[in-house]
């Protein structure tokens, strides 16, 4: 098994805080979060030695970053703000992801918990890649061929696509966010931390709309997954998806159901005619 | 004197509500607000003519669309969802303005007050370009040449610029207004409705911090202006913009203190090698 990426997002079993560095805690510590989980992880981890290893929420702590530097893996890591992305160039990553707030799933931001100052992707590549030296790949809201060129205008040095992906054979996305992907709801995107205690952007359904998005009795990270499961678990055996995160960025515009890798070979297209 | 286009944005003397024809209020509708004044302000613009008029907020009533349809003038409006620019389509805007969450001011949102679900301008621009078949022009975070070339890629027919021009010789900004935008603070916008009572971009300032971005105290459009007047000019005479609103959009990084012509030449630069 030759594993080339991994990328190690909201889950806190992978994750260790990058409080210890900066000026305030950038996310909860559940009960659910285990100490000596993440060398655990890179226990694992370091078996495939993974030539690039993404990581989200900031970086891990100093001690494991290295061990992950020591195998040979280029290192990720991604920025919401322009304070974000030079924070990780000061630490060594060897590029950073420019989320705009377009993305779907988790915000990655991890030195603010301010949203309302969280920034668009068509303003934050430029601003990144101006404060920055190292690449800057650009994330969120990129749908299709004509949304890399884009991107690359705008300075980007590559670009990283999640939500058109959904849709294709390989990916595991359940029947009824499938479903949702394909409808017009999937126009209609929210950050919500219901489904997990994090922001995280999602199609609006029937929790969303009647609790509020955005809800200070939601559980706090990871602990609120928990507390709604056994509702998204019958909701969705009836075969609905309104009780389930729907994770979607702003454009499912580029979502098709074709093989993984004729997608990429069409995405990729725009990166020869932008050279 | 020659006009060769006016744009008709937040003065409530100059708008009537798109509310009739849509299923809610899409915006308050204060004592400020004079039922005999757009037909006034109708009647001056008249006299000038201009080859182009954009409205924001949606449309004003049909007979007054109408009249200024009549004498030969262009019409636009701001759409920031894809059914805005549906709505927009269907009553024969000649162009839409796809406004994404990074432009600064005013929002043009008028068939929906709910902000978790407006759009970044790379998620907007490419999905209403797809939905409707008038010209489309990108606006939100487009800072320099290469912003209008993304632009143009993701399929707008045009650009419209605003933050970019504000350090300009023309622009009527003021001092503490152009202190803001030259300092590292405008890396820093939120949404906020304290200075009008509708929300609009501005540079985080100390009023925005203590009383949040988007209060409940705001009073309604645009009563919040009278309100917090005394404190802005008090604030302004001392050189403090720290309780003015300093709208400004997510990306400031293309302000310059030159003329504007020469800022609208190198701009259109990009558009020539677009061709």
Same mark, same amino acid.
């Given at each position: 098994m ?14 260790t ?16 979060a ?39 893996a280029?290192?990720?890591s991604s920025?919401?703000?322009v304070d974000e ?37 068509? %303003?934050?590549?430029?601003?990144? &890649?101006? +404060?920055?030296?190292?690449?800057v790949?650009? =994330? !969120?809201?990129?749908? $299709? #061929?004509k ?14 696509i ?81 009780f ?7 454009? %499912?515009?580029?979502?098709?159901? &074709?093989? +993984? ?6 995405? =990729? !297209?725009?990166?020869? $005619? #932008?050279?």
């Amino acid at each position: 098994m030759k594993v080339t990426a991994v990328s190690l997002s909201p889950d806190p079993f992978l994750l260790t805080s990058a409080s210890s560095e900066s000026t305030r805690a950038p996310f909860p510590r559940g009960r659910g979060a285990c100490p000596s989980a993440p060398t655990a992880a890179a226990d694992v981890l370091e078996e495939f030695k993974p030539a690039v290893v993404s990581f989200h929420f900031g970086l891990p702590a100093p001690e494991l970053l290295e061990r992950v530097r020591r195998w040979g893996a280029k290192i990720l890591s991604s920025a919401t703000t322009v304070d974000e992305a030079l924070w990780l160039e000061a630490r060594g990553v060897d590029a950073v992801i420019a989320q705009g707030l377009e993305a779907g799933g988790h915000r990655g931001n991890f030195l603010s918990e301010d949203l309302n100052t969280q920034v668009g992707t068509f %303003a934050l590549v430029p601003q990144i &890649v101006r +404060a920055v030296k190292i690449p800057v790949i650009a =994330a !969120g809201g990129i749908a $299709d #061929a004509k949304g890399v060129a884009a991107a690359m205008a705008l300075g980007a040095a590559g670009v990283q696509i999640g939500t058109a992906y959904m849709l294709c054979a390989e990916a595991t996305t359940s029947a009824v966010h499938r479903a949702a992907l394909k409808s017009d709801a999937a126009r209609v995107t929210a950050l919500t931390n219901l489904f997990t205690g994090r922001p995280a952007r999602g199609i609006v359904n029937r929790l969303m709309r009647e609790i509020g998005p955005m809800s200070p009795a939601a559980p706090a990270f990871p602990l609120a997954t928990a507390a709604i499961a056994s509702l998204r678990v019958k909701a969705e055996s009836l075969g609905s998806g309104e009780f389930s995160p729907l994770w979607a960025g702003q454009n %499912a515009s580029g979502c098709k159901e &074709v093989s +993984a890798d004729l997608l990429t070979i069409e995405l =990729a !297209g725009a990166l020869e $005619d #932008a050279r």
